[in-house]
């Protein structure tokens, strides 16, 4: 059954080759873009926390 999904991907994956590309590219950039938000997102709440007292600096 599984064998018959990658055929079928394979299949219109080179049928489509420009369409396929487009899609395969704007999955791969939106990945790569939603992990260095997130990897941002770290770094600043994770700013001087480092020190004893982190809560209570102003």
Same mark, same amino acid.
């Given at each position: &059954? *599984?064998?018959? $999904?990658?055929?079928?991907? %394979?299949?219109?994956?080179?049928?489509?080759?420009? $369409?396929?590309?487009?899609?395969?590219?704007? %999955?791969? &950039?939106? &990945?790569?873009?939603? &992990? %260095?938000?997130?990897?941002? *997102?770290?770094?600043?709440?994770? $700013?001087?926390?480092?020190?004893?007292? $982190?809560?209570?600096?102003?």
């Amino acid at each position: &059954m *599984i064998k018959n $999904y990658f055929k079928i991907a %394979l299949r219109t994956l080179t049928k489509n080759k420009v $369409y396929s590309f487009i899609n395969i590219s704007g %999955l791969a &950039m939106g &990945m790569a873009v939603a &992990m %260095l938000i997130g990897l941002w *997102i770290h770094d600043e709440l994770s $700013y001087d926390r480092y020190f004893k007292n $982190y809560s209570r600096i102003a």
